[in-house]
């Protein structure tokens, strides 16, 4: 099965509005989480992470929101600007290894006027 | 310099036809990984590498090869190429296992006709 799922293949938010993305993750092991962006036809790059001892860190207009008890993990993105959009790919790892990621199937991301 | 390389970009095959794809950093990076990405599904690790220790994932035991003469370069290797090897192939790198920040190549999309 797959151990971690991004429900939403798609959102759609208004310039200026908050985009929030989703992740949910099955293994207890995950104690890593992250947020990657992937512009079409580029790699996928690490927008933001962290670990499990704290359940949410702010970067200017990003904020992950994590829930250990709920294996749930979130990326909320204020003030969303057009090249805000893309697809957002959560991962998690274990302390065993940070690096060994599993991803989810990705969200895309389109900020309208 | 914080690219990773990949080759080829693109790449046809026949079925029955072996496949090889390359991937590069200078990045001094311990760690190496080739994940396998289809539409619509989250990327699949196939193998990775801690320095010189190759790990292939349970389920892709025997269908891919791999190589990594030295820090810099491991190469992916289909014996026989199936259609359902069709896909992207993602190389990416991290510093080490502990580091979570995966830098990924731009891919090499492969079409097994």
């Known amino acids: 099965g797959q151990q971690v799922k991004q429900s939403s293949p798609s959102l759609t938010v208004q310039e200026g509005g908050i985009s929030i993305l989703n992740c949910d993750y099955e293994n207890d092991m995950f104690d890593y989480f992250a947020w990657y962006k992937k512009y079409p036809d580029n790699s996928p790059t690490l927008l933001i992470s962290?670990?499990?001892?704290?359940d949410k860190r702010e970067d200017g207009r990003l904020t992950v929101f994590l829930n250990k008890s709920g294996k749930h993990f979130s990326l909320h993105i204020t003030a969303s600007q057009p090249e805000d959009t893309a697809v957002y790919l959560c991962a998690a790892g274990a302390s065993s290894s940070f690096s060994k990621l599993v991803f989810g199937q990705g969200t895309s991301l389109s900020v309208v006027p | 310099d914080t690219t990773v390389k990949q080759n080829p970009r693109y790449k046809l095959a026949r079925v029955g036809k072996p496949v090889n794809l390359i991937c590069s950093q200078t990045m001094n990076h311990d760690t190496m990984y080739w994940y396998q990405k289809k539409p619509n599904q989250a990327p699949k690790l196939l193998l990775f590498y801690y320095d010189k220790i190759l790990n292939r994932e349970a389920d892709t035991f025997e269908k891919f090869q791999s190589s990594r003469p030295n820090n810099s370069f491991c190469s992916l290797y289909i014996g026989s190429a199936g259609l359902e090897y069709s896909a992207m192939y993602l190389c990416a790198s991290s510093r080490d296992r502990n580091t979570g920040q995966l830098y990924f190549g731009e891919g090499s999309k492969l079409t097994v006709l």
């Open positions: 962290v670990r499990s001892n704290v």
